[in-house]
């Protein structure tokens, strides 16, 4: 690892850096993962200026790592500059910092900008920075999704970025790429011999990627109202675990080649065009209630589960159905990816367990015989985003998104949520509690 960076975060008070960045970078420190000479610049609107950061990064740290007593030197790896997105006040005080800690760190400092802002903010952002008056080829942008609201909107905010900056310098976050049992999907694919001769389309019949809460949208209204389950959930992390089942075997020396292997995979995952085939391959639901919640439309058709079949054009696994399935509200709470052969099913599971189960099914029960040992984790957001901080200071890019990756997730679910919007798929409604049953199966 680099032994000098900077990392600005924009929108430094926000929930994403309160949940999951301050956890994270407090155990980088805590392993002493994180470079020798890092200084962390939060930029935000609201006044945490003197000591008022330091009371911020107490709650964050005791309500979501349990942490009595944070250890006195993290403060000192941060620097607040209050200022707002879009006026020139705040951009040059901020300049001021880190042009200081640029000229300590040395020629070879990286300066990493992390977007933990709303993305309407992307190319505003960008563009100032751009202006900063000091070296900016250690520049690395860390960008949140969604990264667009459809193919052609992820099009026109690529293009507007890269006025300013080059396809090497984005990193676009999809922190289920980030998760330790999704990262062991190739890893135990290709690294046993048994299973890698198994992983054949000749031998699977389903592949099934379900990402289930028992819980809400609760306080994100206007945000959830605005996607919906498919955008939110199915066109990133649902789709990027599909690449990695189908993937082809990667050279592990070449870590753009794994890259490479999963958009390939993406492209040849058929895009649903015709009436008939999203009518026969989709579903959408709304949970009772939804309407109720502040900043929803009152008529709002937004679904908040959703169920789709897909295929691959790929020769040889063009009739093995992968089902998505995502949602809120629903009977259970878990996280889970099932590979069925003709009699074995593989779990890989995400929540409440992080395991690998190798295990039996039939018509009416699925059953794990065989445990893999993994290690738990007792935060997985805080290893999730500990990983995409760590190798974005190291430059490791193959577990972040390129953007061939994200257009085709858009160009899948695009042709849905256009056949949605014309109600070729009607919008059914479910009790908070139950999983809505569907022909999709």
């Known amino acids: 690892m680099t032994n000098s960076s900077v990392l ?32 962390v610049v939060g930029y935000a609107r609201r006044d945490f200026t003197g000591d008022k950061y330091n009371k911020f990064i107490d709650e964050s740290l005791n309500k979501y790592l349990n942490i009595g007593t944070v250890d006195a030197k993290f403060y000192d790896l941060f620097e607040y500059v209050q200022g707002d997105l879009e006026e020139e006040a705040g951009y040059k005080k901020l300049e001021e910092v880190i042009k200081k800690y640029d000229t300590m760190c040395g020629e070879n400092c990286i300066k990493l900008f992390y977007f933990s802002i709303q993305p309407s903010f992307y190319e505003t952002v960008a563009s100032k920075i751009a202006e900063f008056e000091f070296n900016n080829n250690g520049y690395r942008l860390l960008i949140e999704k969604p990264y667009g609201h ?24 999809d922190h289920y790429l980030h998760k330790k049992i999704v990262r062991e999907i190739p890893e135990f694919r290709f690294g046993h011999s048994i299973i890698k001769s198994s992983w054949q389309p000749s031998e699977i019949k389903k592949i099934v990627i379900s990402t289930k809460e028992d819980f809400g949208v609760e306080d994100r209204g206007a945000f959830y109202d605005a996607l919906g389950t498919l955008r939110d959930v199915g066109q990133n992390h649902l789709l990027a675990i599909a690449s990695l089942i189908i993937m082809d075997e990667y050279d592990l020396n070449k870590p753009e080649d794994f890259l490479e292997k999963r958009t390939e995979a993406l492209k040849n995952i058929k895009i649903l065009e015709e009436d008939e085939e999203i009518k ?23 679904e908040t589960y959703f169920k789709a079949r897909l295929f691959s054009s790929k020769e040889g696994w063009q009739e ?12 259970e709470h878990k996280n889970v990816v099932k590979v069925y052969f003709e009699t074995n099913v593989i ?9 690998i189960c190798i295990g039996k099914y039939d018509e009416n029960s699925e059953q794990c015989l065989m445990k893999m040992d993994t290690e738990m984790s007792e935060h997985q957001y805080v290893e999730e985003y500990a990983s995409v901080i760590k190798e974005s200071i190291e430059g ?31 919008l059914e409604t479910y009790k908070p509690g139950t999983t809505p049953e569907s022909n999709i199966n």
């Open 150 to 173: 459809d193919e052609q909107s992820a099009k026109n905010l690529d293009s507007r970025i890269k006025q300013y900056f080059s396809e090497d310098q984005i990193y676009r976050i």
């Open 280 to 302: 026969n391959n989709t579903f959408r639901a709304q949970y009772e209630g939804y309407l109720n919640i502040e900043n929803v439309e009152k008529d709002s058709k937004t």
């Open 396 to 426: 490791k890019r193959d577990y972040f998104v390129c953007i061939d990756e994200v257009l085709h997730q858009w160009k899948i679910v695009d042709a849905i949520v256009k056949a949605w919007h014309n109600n070729v798929v009607p």
């Open 320 to 331: 093995i159905p992968f089902i998505l399935d995502a949602g809120k509200k629903l009977d």
């Open 8 to 39: 600005t975060i924009f929108g430094a008070t926000g929930d994403l850096v309160r949940k999951k960045i301050l956890p994270s970078l407090y155990s980088l420190y805590k392993s002493k993962e994180l470079p020798e000479n890092l200084k």
């Open 347 to 355: 779990f890989f599971e995400m929540y409440p367990n992080l395991e």
